[in-house]
């Protein structure tokens, strides 16, 4: 039986639940609970992810890539930090 993954915001295309998925090729990327019927995702980088923070600018959770130089990246790809 496959556990339920914690919700990490609201889907930008449905209003589904964002949740962390991995694909066949065993990386990390968030996607719409409400597959197949929503195709909404969003794309990870390499490496080890810790979920942190919500962000200042929009809400929505940040990832920390944990690394030599950790960073946190904004889970939502139209947030305003990311224009920056």
């Known amino acids: 039986m496959r556990k339920k993954n914690k919700p990490l915001g609201k889907c930008l295309k449905c209003n589904g639940n964002l949740v962390m998925r991995k694909s066949k090729h065993d990386r990390k990327f968030i ?11 969003i794309s990870l980088p390499k490496g080890r992810l810790k979920i942190s923070e ?20 904004c889970i939502n790809p139209e947030c305003p930090s990311k224009k920056q």
């Open 31 to 41: 996607g719409c609970d409400n597959y197949p019927e929503c195709t909404f995702t």
């Open 54 to 73: 919500k962000c200042k600018h929009c809400n929505y959770l940040t990832i920390t890539v944990q690394g030599m130089r950790p960073w946190k990246v």
